[in-house]
């Protein structure tokens, strides 16, 4: 299991989303207090934003050290101020390799994406019945070998396939169908995901057989106002809620939140 972040509202700077909070991704990646799998998150780790006054796509920032090792993230993460981040630190399934390519944030265009989850024995159950159901495009998009990046291009082909789809419908199809191919090959999964076009955050907490992993969300905390802050874990203390199992969160680009269930 990874940890996941989002952020969106105020232009901040980044250290104080990703290494300044008491429970910071920093921290939940050698002491996580929710893990339903795993016990460290060490095996890589990336940020992703995008540009608080132009519309062009996302930049990110991956390493495969341990978000701990990297001594060039705190320079980094004081320099970089954005209005909406996504980021991740990583927890390899085992005989996956540790490398850039298996790191997220996930990049497409103007999306970027998250996920927390696992599809269960994917290289023997869905690694090809998703790979069968992608465009060129999106088959050739995929650079790694994680189930993680799997999902991100089924989302993703679904956005291309469907130009006027929202973001959440897309997600909410995207998750439908991973959940008919889990059904169909008997596989289990989950998908915790994070996925933003710069304006927006849609968020889902879903899985289909095991525990589904702990997704919370937090809006206009006074240590972040006018802001929405998603999190596997809450960073610090506050009013955090918790995301309903089975259930897709979106909040707009003027900060309205809606929760709907899947």
């Known amino acids: 299991m990874c940890r996941l972040m989002g952020y969106l509202g105020l232009p901040v700077q980044v250290d104080r989303l990703l290494t300044k909070p008491e429970h910071s991704l920093v921290v939940q990646s050698y002491q996580p207090r929710e893990m339903t799998a795993g016990l460290l998150n060490a095996d890589g780790f990336g940020i992703g934003w995008y540009h608080p006054q132009q519309t062009v ?26 209005g909406c981040v996504l980021a991740n630190v990583r927890s390899a399934t085992p005989g996956q390799p540790i490398d850039l390519s298996n790191c997220q944030p996930f990049q497409r265009g103007l999306i970027l994406g998250v996920h927390n989850g696992y599809i269960e024995n994917f290289r023997q159950t869905l690694y090809r019945p998703i790979r069968e159901r992608l465009s060129d495009a999106a088959y050739q998009s995929i650079g790694g070998g994680t189930d993680s990046e799997h999902i991100f291009a089924l989302l993703t082909d679904t956005l291309d396939a469907n130009p006027t789809l929202s973001l959440a ?94």
Not at 57 to 82: G, M
């Open 169 to 262: 419908d897309a997600l909410h199809k995207t998750l439908t169908t991973l959940s008919h191919l889990g059904q169909q090959y008997q596989t289990g999964f989950s998908a915790n995901l994070v996925i933003s076009d710069g304006q927006q955050l849609v968020a889902s907490r879903c899985a289909n057989r095991s525990t589904t992993p702990s997704l919370y969300w937090l809006r206009d905390d006074p240590l972040f106002p006018q802001a929405v802050l998603i999190a596997s874990e809450p960073l610090f203390a506050g009013n955090w809620i918790a995301c309903p199992e089975h259930s897709l969160l979106t909040v707009s680009h003027d900060l309205d939140i809606q929760s709907h269930p899947i």
């Open 57 to 82: 796509e996302p930049f990110t920032y991956k390493n495969t050290l341990p978000i701990w090792s990297d001594v060039n993230l705190a320079s980094l993460s004081r320099y970089i101020e954005s």
